[in-house]
C-alpha cells in the first residue's frame, strides 16, 4: 500500500498533472478572528484560510472550516460533465454538509477519535441526501478530508485522499500525503497506454468514459483508493497521527491543503514544503492561491493532465509557545 507519512527535508514532492490557462482572481482570505485556546493551558491557535474556485468558475467544490479547535479543508470530486451520480445534490452540496457534520460530529463527542466523528459524518449526509439518491451508485459524490484537532497539550490530524497536511514539529517539515488515489490513476493510466490509439472523437470519448468507470470502481475498495463518500468504512482507512505541541518536538505550525494550492509544490515546483510553509506565513494563505493561479498562466509544461485549473484551498494554524 503506498499510503504513508513522509519526512521531506529536501522538499521535492510528487510529479504531477497538467493545468493549462487561467487567470488570477481574489482569494476569499479570512483571519479567524482571535486564537481557540481549546485546553485550560495549552498554546494558542491561530488559524488563517483562503479558499477559491478554479478561475471562471462559479461553484467552489473545497471547503475550508474551523469550528472550535476543529480546523479542515475538503476538496470535492468534480463529476466530468455527461456522467451520472444517482444524485440530485452534487459535490459542493456534499462537502458543505459533510463539514457541518463533522463540526457536529466534533461537538457532540469532543473526546471521540477524529476517524470515529468523520464515520459519524459520512452516516449522517447519507441521511442528509433525503432518501431520493441512490447511494450506492458508483459516482456519488465524494470529497478528500484534512483534519487537525487541538486539544491544547497536543492535536490530532486525519488525512484521506489527496489533501495533503504539512508539519512544521520543531523545526523540522513532515508532509503526510494519502497517494492511494494516485497510485490507482498511475495503474489506470498504464492499462490505458496498454489500448490502440483511439481512432476519432468517438472513441476518445468512449475511451474517456471507460477511465472514469474504471476510477470508480477502484473507489472504497481494498487495493483501490479511500475518499469519504457514502461509506462510513473509510473514516477507518484514513491516515491518522498526533503531535505533541510542548516541548522541542513542539508542533508549531501545520497547513491543511487541496490538491489545487499543493500543487505549488508537487506541481510546479514554485518551492519546497518548508517554503511554503514560509509563504503561508509571511503572507498568508490567499498568496498561496496568487502565486498557484499564476503558475497556471505562466508554466503551462507544469501543467497537469486532466485539469487545466482547479478549486484551491490552504489553511495555515499557528501555535504560540504555551
Ligand atoms: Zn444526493
Redesign the pocket.
Known amino acids: 500500500m503506498a499510503a504513508g507519512h513522509r519526512s521531506v527535508p529536501d522538499g521535492q514532492g510528487r510529479v504531477g498533472r497538467p493545468v493549462a490557462g487561467g487567470r488570477t482572481i481574489a482569494a476569499a482570505e479570512a483571519a479567524a478572528g482571535p486564537g481557540t485556546r481549546a485546553g485550560s493551558a495549552g498554546p494558542i491557535m491561530r488559524v488563517r484560510s483562503a479558499s477559491a474556485p478554479a478561475p471562471g468558475r462559479a461553484v467552489n467544490e473545497d471547503l475550508a472550516f474551523q469550528f472550535g479547535p476543529l480546523v479542515g479543508v475538503l476538496d470535492g470530486a468534480t463529476v466530468p460533465e455527461g456522467f451520472d ?6 459535490p459542493a ?2 462537502v458543505r454538509h459533510l463539514a457541518a457534520r463533522l463540526g457536529l460530529a466534533a461537538a457532540a463527542r469532543p473526546a471521540a477519535t477524529l476517524v470515529s466523528s468523520l464515520a459519524a459524518a459520512i452516516l449522517a449526509v447519507r441521511a ?3 432518501g ?2 441512490d ?1 450506492d451508485h458508483p459516482g ?2 465524494s470529497s478528500t478530508v484534512c483534519l487537525l484537532r487541538s486539544s491544547g497539550d497536543e492535536v490530532d490530524w486525519l488525512v484521506l485522499c489527496d489533501s495533503p497536511l504539512v508539519l512544521d514539529v520543531g523545526g523540522r517539515v513532515d508532509v503526510v500525503v494519502d497517494d492511494r488515489l494516485e497510485t490507482a490513476m498511475v495503474d489506470l493510466r498504464r492499462m490505458a497506454a496498454t489500448l490502440p490509439e483511439p481512432a476519432d472523437d468517438g472513441d476518445r470519448v468512449d475511451r474517456f468514459r471507460r477511465a472514469v468507470g474504471l476510477q470508480r470502481e477502484r473507489m472504497n475498495r481494498t487495493h483501490g483508493y479511500w475518499v469519504a463518500a457514502a461509506d462510513p468504512d473509510a473514516a477507518y482507512h484514513a491516515l491518522t497521527g498526533t503531535v505533541p505541541l510542548r516541548g522541542p518536538g513542539g508542533l508549531r505550525r501545520a497547513a491543511l491543503l487541496t490538491d489545487g494550492a499543493s500543487c505549488a509544490v508537487e506541481q510546479f515546483g514554485l518551492f519546497d514544503w518548508a517554503g511554503l510553509l514560509d509563504l503561508l506565513t509571511t503572507e498568508g494563505p490567499g498568496a498561496l492561491v496568487d502565486r498557484v493561479r499564476a503558475a497556471e498562466r505562466d508554466r503551462p509544461d507544469r501543467l497537469r493532465r486532466h485539469k487545466p485549473t482547479d478549486d484551491a484551498s490552504a489553511v495555515l494554524c499557528e501555535f504560540d509557545p504555551a
Open positions: 451520480t444517482g444524485c440530485r445534490h452534487g452540496w456534499y442528509d441526501h433525503g431520493e439518491c447511494l456519488t459524490p
